[in-house]
Nanobody, 130 residues
Framework: QLQLLESGGGLVQAGGSLRLSCVASGRGFDLYVMGWFRQAIGKEREFVAA????????YYVDSVKGRFTISRDSSQNTVFLQMNSLEPEDTAKYYC???????????????????????WGQGTQVTVSS
């Protein structure tokens, strides 16, 4: 079973950038859809982005479209979230998650919800100051 470890969070000023990484240990990383979620204090965890198993398809929540980019590198067993033009509203703990399928159509629906994922990392904190 894969284990996920996020890194790259930190404190940044509004308008700045951060790149989150999520390293997967174990076998089969390139078989599964991967996603990023975030949870701000006092709010429910929300979907941010997902990428297909082969990396060719991505989906984003509207609030981050044009600012965030999800990608994956199978040689490094890593999924990335490049975050540009950060806003104070992006402040949250960011979680990496792995679905239990590599079905390409998964990101058209199930991958946009927490219940679509089976394995979660511990999260990395992102704080954006105004």
């Amino acid at each position: 079973q894969l284990q996920l470890l996020e890194s790259g969070g930190g404190l940044v000023q509004a308008g700045g950038s951060l790149r989150l990484s999520c390293v997967a240990s174990g076998r089969g990383f390139d078989l599964y859809v991967m996603g990023w979620f975030r949870q701000a204090i006092g709010k429910e965890r929300e979907f941010v982005a997902a990428v297909s198993a082969n990396g060719e398809r991505q989906y984003y929540v509207d609030s981050v479209k044009g600012r965030f980019t999800i990608s994956r590198d199978s040689s490094q067993n890593t999924v990335f979230l490049q975050m540009n033009s950060l806003e104070p509203e992006d402040t949250a703990k960011y979680y990496c998650a792995q679905a239990m399928t590599g079905w390409s159509r998964y990101i058209d629906g199930p991958a946009r919800a927490e219940r679509g994922y089976a394995i979660w990392g511990q999260g990395t904190q992102v704080t954006v100051s105004s």
